[in-house]
């Protein structure tokens, strides 16, 4: 059974850079996969920030990127923000139609 | 703008039914894939699956084959899921969100439905 995996947590500073990472318990993540990102917050629905590896969804900031690094799926945010503390989420496309998230990021902006 | 209210959740006993609905506007609704995606209290988001456009053809996780059936009305711009042999681990906030083109699964989202399946 396949995993997708992220990191549980992470923090960083008030306008410091972050990676959080997208992988594959089994094999490595590609633009084939078409790796999305979401950001939630307590309480809320997801937003959807990033699609298919490295395009914004609409009216999303700059300071989010999506990329492939080494073998797994990328979501960089740079000049963290206060608003940026919340739970990531990925999801990548398998096949035959089906999509798996990964178990989510809870970011922390300290 | 594009809304998706669902509704239809509650409290069901274990081995019960409950069928969520859907109402979808703000865009035209025939023309999209649909998913709907569930979250257990405190825990991460789980797709769940979801329908073509034309109703045709549906995929689901494994842990919901057999027992969840996803559709669709197109007149009535609506998503359905129908949930039969309900158990425990179903419990969940059930959200539907739209799949829009060019590989953006759940561009839009719904602000979700309670279901707690308990005795």
């Known amino acids: 059974q396949t995993v997708v995996t992220q990191e549980p947590s992470f923090s960083v500073s008030p306008g410091g850079t972050v990676t959080l990472t997208c992988g594959l318990s089994s094999g490595s993540v590609s633009t084939s996969y078409h790796p999305s990102w979401y950001q939630q917050t307590p309480g809320q629905g997801p937003r959807s920030l990033i699609y298919n590896t490295n395009t914004r969804s609409s009216g999303v900031p700059d300071r989010f990127s999506g990329s492939i690094l080494g073998n797994k799926a990328a979501l960089t945010i740079t000049g963290a923000q206060a608003d940026d503390e919340s739970d990531y989420y990925c999801v990548l496309f398998m096949g035959s139609g089906i999509w798996l998230f990964g178990g989510g990021t809870k970011l922390t902006v300290l | 703008e594009v809304q998706l209210v669902e509704s239809g959740g509650g409290l069901v006993q274990p081995g019960g039914s409950l069928r969520l609905s859907c109402a979808a506007s703000g865009f035209t609704f025939r023309s999209y894939w649909m998913t709907w995606v569930r979250q257990a209290p405190g825990k991460g988001l789980e797709w769940v699956g979801n329908i073509k456009p034309d109703g045709s053809q549906t995929y689901y996780v494994d842990s919901v084959k057999g027992r969840f059936t996803i559709s669709r009305d197109n007149a009535k711009n609506s998503l359905y899921l129908q949930m039969n042999s309900l158990r425990a681990d179903d419990t969940a906030v059930y959200y539907c969100?739209?799949?829009?083109?060019?590989?953006?699964?759940?561009?839009?989202w719904g602000q979700g439905t309670l279901v707690t399946v308990s005795s």
């Open positions: 969100a739209r799949d829009s083109l060019g590989w953006h699964p759940l561009d839009y």
